[in-house]
């Protein structure tokens, strides 16, 4: 057989280069400000840095366990119980994985099978549903629409069927902005409670809450937390987004079956980025706790460099992303806008459009507020021409 007459059946035939590769491209070839891709253009800790060289010195560069460091694990348990009151058992619960993504992936496919449906609310992170169609069940989605972008729990119920394995969730949410409260978690409680549906909560965003009543977590939930996933990010926490190493937390039953696909996935994670973590998480656990007011000084610095313009800003409850309404300068849809506004203003930003299986009918962009002063200051600085 030649390369010629080569032909492969795509198991992701509908899928290309994600959304965020494609703007993140574009703006380097025309040098635009990049706003899409959500990653800082700051560094981390400078003692998360140091531990890090400090563990590469004393030679701790070989394999770590498949579920995590110990330290870790243990530094993570105790983290649960400062931020959620919540007991965690490091051995049987808690799996390090190589970032959230990964975790994500390791769950969906550990839980999903043939013919299960697994409901998402959408807008929604570009991961969820290639797992979901890999793992060969299928996606329903529960549509949020702005500005507010709270869930419909009729339109839940409606969707729950016999086949209903799984629910994700994000939240703070990518890419709306929006922020789950305790009684969205004991709405999702009351539509499943008598059915054999699991849940996988994406919290990645868990420490960059803008809401005075904080995060809550699904490991808060006592019903819930029996049947369900919380996936975290150290990456996002630590602003070290390159670093890859996250986390996910489930009972007994479901880590088990969650580590039978992560030892064949990745196996282990980054020794000495473990060690460094777990360095950091005991001796500045106060940083988690600082991060909101410090990203909110980011999200009002850019909200009041935009206030001349004419875009309609979506409100901001966490992550660090901010939403644009540019209804009133084009017509264009999102991903068109998108590519001129990066190509002729300069600046990159994110259509919502992708997050979305069907049609969605805004003219909304996602823009990441990650940055330092000046870049946000130059970036409003060309979007207030429009």
């Known amino acids: 057989m030649t390369e010629s007459t080569l032909v492969l059946e795509s198991k992701l035939p509908t899928l290309g280069t994600t959304i965020f590769t494609t703007m993140s491209a574009l703006a380097q070839k ?39 460091i110990p330290a870790l694990r243990e530094a993570i348990s105790k983290k649960i119980t400062r931020c959620y009151n919540s007991h965690v058992d490091p051995e049987t619960e808690i799996t ?13 496919t550990a839980l999903v099978r043939a013919g299960d449906e697994v409901i998402c609310f959408e807008p929604s992170y570009d991961s969820y549903a290639p797992a979901v169609e890999l793992a ?5 989605h529960v549509r949020l ?18 086949k209903t394995r799984l629910v994700i969730l994000n939240t703070p949410h990518n890419p709306t902005a929006s922020v789950w409260q305790k009684k969205d978690f004991e709405a999702l409680w009351q539509a499943i409670a008598d059915k054999p549906i699991l849940v996988l909560s994406d919290e990645v965003y868990e420490h960059i809450c803008f809401e005075q009543a904080g995060h809550y977590s699904l490991l808060q939930h006592p019903e819930l937390r029996a049947r369900g996933i919380a996936v975290s990010s150290f990456g996002k926490t630590y602003h070290m987004t390159g670093w890859k190493v996250g986390y996910c937390v489930a009972p007994p039953a479901l880590t088990t079956e969650i580590r039978k696909i992560h030892q064949y996935l990745t196996f282990s994670v980054h020794t ?32 009041n460099a935009l206030q001349s313009s004419r875009f309609t800003l979506l409100p901001c409850q966490g992550t660090y992303f901010l939403l644009l309404d540019y209804s009133a300068i084009s017509t264009m ?9 990066t190509e002729k203003i ?31 200051r130059a970036a409003a600085e060309k979007l207030c021409q429009l």
């Open 333 to 341: 849809n999102d991903v068109d806008f998108c590519i001129y506004l």
């Open 145 to 162: 629409t702005p500005p507010d972008f709270s869930p419909n729990w009729s339109e839940f119920s409606a969707l729950i069927t016999d």
């Open 30 to 68: 025309v040098g635009a400000i990049n706003l899409s891709q959500g990653f800082p253009d700051f560094s981390g800790p400078e003692y998360l840095q140091q531990r890090l060289a400090y563990h590469v010195q004393q030679g701790a560069n070989q394999y770590a366990p498949m579920s995590g």
């Open 136 to 140: 060969g069940g299928t996606m329903k």
């Open 346 to 376: 300069g600046v990159a930003a994110i259509p919502l459009s992708v997050f979305c299986k069907e049609t969605f009918p805004h003219h909304l962009i996602r823009v990441c507020f990650a940055k330092e002063e000046t870049t946000l």
């Open 96 to 108: 390090v994985t190589a970032g959230a993504t990964e975790a994500l992936f390791s769950v969906i």
């Open 272 to 303: 000495p980025s473990q060690l460094a973590i777990a360095d950091m998480l005991n001796q500045v656990p106060e940083h988690d706790q600082e991060l909101p007011s410090f990203y909110q000084q980011r999200r009002d610095f850019f909200i």
